[in-house]
């Protein structure tokens, strides 16, 4: 298995794409949709992460609880796959969710039902160790 995460919609405050948890084949087994800041230089808790493949494994965070922590991104530390809804929730990380709204009616999309989605992915993942994560 190996996550995809295809960005398609960067915008001023945030950027929009699709999670795609795949078979080593490429068949799509599920997908939601994310949520990251723009892209502003790989700055810590501003910026989201440089496009390429990583390692990610499973991790237990005292803050968002059972999350995915994608590994060995240059200059950056604790990148995590979490739930929460809104870019403010963010700072550096990866939110994804089952649906798209603007929520908190602030002009910008939102993820929804992130904790449903976060459990599913981590349902998917419940016999693997660690799993490979690229971004487009």
Not at 9 to 28: A, H
Not at 85 to 94: H, K, P, R, S, V
Request: glycine share 8%; with cysteine; charged share 25%.
């Amino acid at each position: 298995m190996r996550i995809l995460i295809d960005r398609y919609s960067p915008e001023e405050k945030q950027t929009i794409g699709k999670f795609y948890l795949l078979r080593d084949n490429g068949s799509v087994i599920d997908e939601w949709h994310c949520l990251e800041l723009p892209w502003l230089d790989n700055q810590r808790n501003i910026s989201c992460i440089p496009k390429g493949v990583y390692k990610a494994k499973k991790h237990n965070s005292p803050k968002f609880g059972e999350s995915l922590w994608i590994q060995d991104v240059p200059d950056r530390s604790e990148i995590l796959v979490h739930k929460g809804n809104f870019y403010t929730d963010i700072l550096g990380c990866i939110l994804i969710g089952i649906g798209l709204s603007d929520i908190n009616k602030d002009g910008f999309v939102d993820v929804t039902r992130s904790a449903d989605a976060i459990n599913l992915l981590l349902l998917h993942l419940k016999d693997v160790d660690g799993i490979m994560v690229e971004i487009k």
